[in-house]
């Protein structure tokens, strides 16, 4: 095993809990253990694109464990869309002696650095997202955060719609996946729970409603910002897209809320969690997968096992293939939410 390497490591996309944890476990093991040198770059793909570069000591990551959002920044840069983004970015690395790089990320992050693979780079991937929705690891860090930023929202939302009597939809973070809604509307009880991958009948939502209310609670429905009426389409904030061609979803929330008022002339009020999903504090599972994530991600480095990502398998910390991580989306089965339907209503 080479001792002595110079080791870049980035966050990139969408911040989330847990992201120093990462860097702190890479930094201690791989300083202490390894002797290797350990440079962080700053905001994304852009950091190694535009040289943006921070070393990353023993003392840097010392208190961060508990400390949420992430101490290199972050960016949604592409260098694949960059004008000579990756002769730019190879540069910047030869520059700066570096020998392989670990990227910390979801499907864009680590898409990008499954094909830098095939480019020459060296490369191990971290998953990191949110929404659970990277497949190829049984869970990712943040999630957990998430889930239980969602159910705490949910709880106290709850006893404002049982003064009022209203109808309050909760609408939560996951384009493509609604693992976050099925979750946390099923730890907080949630008497609809609405997600991309099930289209869903406003007026069967609506029936849920009335049943609630009939029994003299009030309803709180869950949504993920990426759910689809039947024959609908998603909700967009703007027409814009980043540089991974991803629009801004948003707004399903406050459109239902309004349909359901309409149509059953109950009062009803929308809530969006946005991006206090992913602020904060991690959560002790997430402190402790994103560690484990973290030590195994720089053994691979040091093993020369480059373009692998590693994983969680049941209890296990495995490498796979980036090209298995970034294949497809993991979204929720629909034999699972059909059994989160039958507590419904």
């Given at each position: 095993?080479?001792?002595?390497?110079?080791?870049?490591?980035?966050?990139?996309?969408?911040?989330?809990?847990?992201?120093?944890?990462?860097?702190?476990?890479?930094?201690?093991?791989?300083?202490?253990?390894?002797?290797?040198?350990?440079?962080?770059?700053?905001?994304?793909?852009?950091?190694?694109?535009?040289?943006?570069?921070?070393?990353?000591?023993?003392?840097?990551?010392?208190?961060?464990?508990?400390?949420?959002?992430?101490?290199?920044?972050?960016?949604?840069?592409?260098?694949?869309?960059?004008?000579?983004?990756?002769?730019?970015?190879?540069?910047?690395?030869?520059?700066?002696r570096v020998d392989a790089l670990i990227a910390i990320g979801g499907e864009d992050t680590l898409g990008v650095a499954e094909q830098l693979t095939h480019d020459g780079v060296p490369v191990v991937g971290?998953?990191?997202?949110?929404?659970?929705?990277?497949?190829?690891?049984?869970?990712?860090?943040?999630?957990?955060?998430?889930?239980?930023?969602?159910?705490?929202?949910?709880?106290?939302?709850?006893?404002?719609?049982?003064?009022?009597?209203?109808?309050?939809?909760?609408?939560?973070?996951?384009?493509?996946?609604?693992?976050?809604?099925?979750?946390?509307?099923?730890?907080?009880?949630?008497?609809?729970?609405?997600?991309?991958?099930?289209?869903?009948?406003?007026?069967?939502?609506?029936?849920?409603?009335?049943?609630?209310?009939?029994?003299?609670?009030?309803?709180?429905?869950?949504?993920?910002?990426?759910?689809?009426?039947?024959?609908?389409?998603?909700?967009?904030?703007?027409?814009?897209?980043?540089?991974?061609?991803?629009?801004?979803?948003?707004?399903?929330?406050?459109?239902?809320?309004?349909?359901?008022?309409?149509?059953?002339?109950?009062?009803?009020?929308?809530?969006?969690?946005?991006?206090?999903?992913?602020?904060?504090?991690?959560?002790?599972?997430?402190?402790?997968?994103?560690?484990?994530?973290?030590?195994?991600?720089?053994?691979?480095?040091?093993?020369?096992?480059?373009?692998?990502?590693?994983?969680?398998?049941?209890?296990?910390?495995?490498?796979?293939?980036?090209?298995?991580?970034?294949?497809?989306?993991?979204?929720?089965?629909?034999?699972?939410?059909?059994?989160?339907?039958?507590?419904?209503?």
């Amino acid at each position: 095993m080479p001792a002595g390497m110079r080791v870049g490591v980035l966050t990139g996309g969408g911040d989330c809990p847990g992201l120093n944890a990462v860097l702190r476990a890479v930094t201690r093991k791989g300083i202490s253990v390894h002797q290797h040198e350990i440079l962080g770059f700053r905001n994304g793909w852009r950091g190694p694109v535009e040289g943006l570069t921070t070393p990353l000591t023993l003392d840097k990551v010392e208190e961060v464990l508990n400390r949420g959002g992430t101490i290199l920044g972050s960016s949604r840069t592409n260098p694949y869309k960059v004008d000579e983004g990756i002769a730019k970015l190879k540069a910047t690395l030869e520059a700066n002696r570096v020998d392989a790089l670990i990227a910390i990320g979801g499907e864009d992050t680590l898409g990008v650095a499954e094909q830098l693979t095939h480019d020459g780079v060296p490369v191990v991937g971290v998953p990191k997202t949110i929404d659970n929705d990277l497949d190829a690891t049984d869970y990712t860090f943040g999630f957990d955060t998430a889930v239980h930023i969602a159910t705490d929202a949910i709880d106290r939302l709850r006893t404002t719609a049982e003064s009022h009597h209203r109808a309050l939809v909760v609408e939560v973070m996951g384009r493509h996946a609604g693992w976050i809604a099925l979750h946390s509307g099923l730890a907080g009880g949630a008497n609809v729970i609405l997600v991309p991958e099930q289209p869903f009948s406003v007026e069967k939502v609506c029936t849920w409603v009335e049943q609630r209310f009939e029994r003299q609670y009030a309803p709180i429905i869950v949504v993920a910002e990426g759910a689809v009426p039947e024959g609908g389409k998603e909700l967009l904030l703007t027409g814009e897209k980043d540089a991974f061609g991803h629009v801004r979803l948003g707004g399903v929330g406050t459109w239902l809320a309004e349909e359901i008022a309409a149509r059953t002339g109950k009062e009803s009020r929308a809530v969006v969690l946005g991006h206090v999903q992913r602020g904060g504090t991690p959560t002790a599972y997430d402190r402790v997968l994103a560690t484990r994530f973290g030590l195994h991600a720089i053994d691979a480095i040091t093993e020369g096992d480059y373009g692998k990502m590693v994983a969680l398998r049941g209890t296990d910390i495995v490498r796979v293939p980036l090209s298995d991580a970034t294949a497809s989306l993991k979204t929720v089965p629909l034999e699972r939410y059909a059994e989160a339907e039958v507590l419904f209503g």
